[in-house]
């Protein structure tokens, strides 16, 4: 007698193998059987007729870390079939910090967030994978000081990134472009990537530039993984500066020549040609020395003009202006979201200086503004969407309930995977087979999840079963809160979280530990 028994579909098992016809039986949170199971019993039977049967999607980089305290749901990844998320990326995770550990967005260690998630009652969805942000790890023990670390501070880090990774955490991020990130020199990361390396895990990057000095940041990630023999992987691979357009071949060159050389270098990307991030990385380093509070601090001082400066140099002239989608206002200034830079300047502050006028969003805002900015080339994007990366969505676990949201988020939250499995089918990009491998056993091996990935006796039930004629996202720039279509059931840890297209009330989502 089987708990669930998905009935006739064709499985793609995640190896990228060739689809086979086959039942698949479940029994607690285990795949017990794959193969002919007709005339067997379950306590739920689901046809999977027409239906592909997959393990269940990996998004490879995700930001849901604390999504959980609004929103248990996570319905923008649950109905792309998604079943984990590997999050704490881009330097930016809820723990290592300061303090006295009660706030689970900035909890002292990762053993306290696991312990307050469970006493505080609160349940997700989708299961997460959490990475250490290097971000994160340095300000806990060097604040948001814009220098390179003593060796005392140094060890430090390294101790507390120990004590994260040997409690089950899955490795380091960095945000190299972000604050505090962006002060860590090549030893700081150097030394990181060891600790890594001795407590099994991996080193994921956002990289220092992913434009005009994209290949210098490249070599700087690679580096990391030449001393110290951890494995690498850059986060949300991408081309975003005009001015390069058309290289993706030349980074994925040396991407290649690295892998040659030894060095295990992976990546992962969104298909999408617009990023979207905080509109405070358009400031100069220097104005974020002492983070968000510096800033504001310049721009209401006598440096102002410099950072204005700094920003026009950065980012915007009038074109660039046109290109830019303010997503989220912080809660301060509701009447510029869903608008561009531009009409913002024009409209609203009846001004031609953009950079000027981005400055005055971000005072307003106290430096929370997040933009969408649409600044890659659809063939740099399917260049590298043809090589072997894997699918992170770079969003969040969101509720499907527009009143829930005041941002008008990137609709990579709602559509990444499902984008990715639209465009292999339209564009060509790859077989369904390989298309279900890249999000898949890629990102499992990739980080190490044993016991995912792979449709097999034994291997941990969670089952994307999805129609792969019609899989795509719903979610469009200016109407992101919608969910994906085309998949019809979901089972996370052997339970039932989507049946026959809609959500359950069930929430068996958990935190994976390294190692466990
Ligand atoms: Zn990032």
Same mark, same amino acid.
Request: aromatic share 8%; net charge negative; hydrophobic share 40%.
């Given at each position: 007698m089987y708990d669930i028994l998905l009935r006739g579909g064709s499985v793609a098992d995640g190896t990228g193998a060739p689809l086979f016809r086959a039942d698949v039986g479940v029994i607690g949170n285990k795949i017990a059987a794959i193969g002919d199971l007709s005339g067997q019993a379950a306590k739920l039977t689901l046809d999977a007729d027409g239906l592909v049967v997959a393990p269940g999607f990996i998004d490879a980089h995700s930001h849901s870390d604390t999504s959980f305290l609004t929103d248990s749901s996570g319905a923008s990844k649950l109905y792309q079939g998604i079943t984990t998320e590997i999050t704490g990326n881009c330097g930016d995770?809820?723990?290592? $910090?300061? =303090?006295? =550990?009660?706030d689970l967005s900035a909890c002292v260690s990762f053993e306290r967030f696991l312990a307050r998630f469970r006493e505080g009652g609160y349940s997700m969805a989708v299961n997460q994978a959490l990475l250490v942000g290097h971000g994160t790890l340095r300000r806990c023990v060097l604040g948001d000081e814009g220098r390179a670390p003593t060796e005392a501070e140094t060890e430090k880090m390294r101790f507390l990134l120990s004590r994260e990774l040997a409690f089950g955490a899955w490795g380091l991020s960095l945000g190299l472009e972000y604050a505090p990130g962006c002060f860590a020199g090549q030893r700081e990361l150097n030394l990181l990537g060891e600790t890594v390396k001795r407590s099994g895990g991996i080193v994921t990057c956002h990289m220092r530039s992913e434009g005009l000095e994209i290949e210098k940041a490249l070599e700087e990630l690679i580096e990391i993984g030449r001393f110290s023999g951890v494995r690498v992987n850059v986060s949300h691979l991408k081309i975003d500066n005009y001015r390069v357009h058309g290289r993706a071949p030349e980074v994925w060159r040396i991407i290649e020549e690295a892998q040659k050389s030894g060095v295990s270098i992976s990546a992962d990307m969104y298909p999408y040609t617009a990023s979207c991030t905080d509109l405070s990385i358009r400031c100069p380093k220097w104005s974020l020395d002492g983070g968000a509070e510096a800033l504001l601090n310049h721009l209401a001082g006598p440096r102002r003009s410099e950072v204005v400066a700094g920003i026009r140099e950065h980012y915007f002239n009038a074109e660039r202006a046109e290109t830019c989608l303010i997503c989220d206002d912080g809660g301060f200034w509701p009447a510029i979201v869903g608008k561009t830079l531009c009409f913002v300047a024009e409209e609203l502050c009846h001004s031609d200086d953009y950079a000027e006028v981005a400055a005055r969003i971000l005072e307003r805002t106290r430096a929370q503004a997040r933009c969408i900015f649409f600044v890659m080339s659809p063939d740099d994007m399917l260049w590298f969407l043809r090589r072997d990366v894997g699918i992170g969505s770079d969003g969040y676990a969101l509720p499907a309930d527009i009143a829930k949201l005041s941002s008008r988020p990137h609709p990579r939250s709602f559509g990444a995977i499902s984008e990715f499995l639209r465009l292999a089918r !339209? !564009? =060509?990009? $790859?077989p369904l087979e390989e298309a279900v491998r890249r999000v898949t056993s890629k990102p499992a091996s990739l980080f190490g999840l044993s016991g995912r990935g792979t449709l097999k006796t034994g291997s941990v039930a969670d089952v994307t079963v999805f129609d792969p004629s019609t899989v795509a996202p719903r979610a469009t720039y200016l109407n992101p809160i919608q969910t994906s279509r085309g998949v019809q059931h979901v089972l996370i840890n052997g339970e039932p979280a989507l049946l026959n297209g809609t959500q359950t009330e069930k929430r068996a989502g958990t935190f994976l530990r390294q190692g466990r």
């Amino acid at each position: 007698m089987y708990d669930i028994l998905l009935r006739g579909g064709s499985v793609a098992d995640g190896t990228g193998a060739p689809l086979f016809r086959a039942d698949v039986g479940v029994i607690g949170n285990k795949i017990a059987a794959i193969g002919d199971l007709s005339g067997q019993a379950a306590k739920l039977t689901l046809d999977a007729d027409g239906l592909v049967v997959a393990p269940g999607f990996i998004d490879a980089h995700s930001h849901s870390d604390t999504s959980f305290l609004t929103d248990s749901s996570g319905a923008s990844k649950l109905y792309q079939g998604i079943t984990t998320e590997i999050t704490g990326n881009c330097g930016d995770s809820p723990f290592p $910090c300061a =303090g006295d =550990g009660k706030d689970l967005s900035a909890c002292v260690s990762f053993e306290r967030f696991l312990a307050r998630f469970r006493e505080g009652g609160y349940s997700m969805a989708v299961n997460q994978a959490l990475l250490v942000g290097h971000g994160t790890l340095r300000r806990c023990v060097l604040g948001d000081e814009g220098r390179a670390p003593t060796e005392a501070e140094t060890e430090k880090m390294r101790f507390l990134l120990s004590r994260e990774l040997a409690f089950g955490a899955w490795g380091l991020s960095l945000g190299l472009e972000y604050a505090p990130g962006c002060f860590a020199g090549q030893r700081e990361l150097n030394l990181l990537g060891e600790t890594v390396k001795r407590s099994g895990g991996i080193v994921t990057c956002h990289m220092r530039s992913e434009g005009l000095e994209i290949e210098k940041a490249l070599e700087e990630l690679i580096e990391i993984g030449r001393f110290s023999g951890v494995r690498v992987n850059v986060s949300h691979l991408k081309i975003d500066n005009y001015r390069v357009h058309g290289r993706a071949p030349e980074v994925w060159r040396i991407i290649e020549e690295a892998q040659k050389s030894g060095v295990s270098i992976s990546a992962d990307m969104y298909p999408y040609t617009a990023s979207c991030t905080d509109l405070s990385i358009r400031c100069p380093k220097w104005s974020l020395d002492g983070g968000a509070e510096a800033l504001l601090n310049h721009l209401a001082g006598p440096r102002r003009s410099e950072v204005v400066a700094g920003i026009r140099e950065h980012y915007f002239n009038a074109e660039r202006a046109e290109t830019c989608l303010i997503c989220d206002d912080g809660g301060f200034w509701p009447a510029i979201v869903g608008k561009t830079l531009c009409f913002v300047a024009e409209e609203l502050c009846h001004s031609d200086d953009y950079a000027e006028v981005a400055a005055r969003i971000l005072e307003r805002t106290r430096a929370q503004a997040r933009c969408i900015f649409f600044v890659m080339s659809p063939d740099d994007m399917l260049w590298f969407l043809r090589r072997d990366v894997g699918i992170g969505s770079d969003g969040y676990a969101l509720p499907a309930d527009i009143a829930k949201l005041s941002s008008r988020p990137h609709p990579r939250s709602f559509g990444a995977i499902s984008e990715f499995l639209r465009l292999a089918r !339209e !564009e =060509g990009i $790859c077989p369904l087979e390989e298309a279900v491998r890249r999000v898949t056993s890629k990102p499992a091996s990739l980080f190490g999840l044993s016991g995912r990935g792979t449709l097999k006796t034994g291997s941990v039930a969670d089952v994307t079963v999805f129609d792969p004629s019609t899989v795509a996202p719903r979610a469009t720039y200016l109407n992101p809160i919608q969910t994906s279509r085309g998949v019809q059931h979901v089972l996370i840890n052997g339970e039932p979280a989507l049946l026959n297209g809609t959500q359950t009330e069930k929430r068996a989502g958990t935190f994976l530990r390294q190692g466990r």
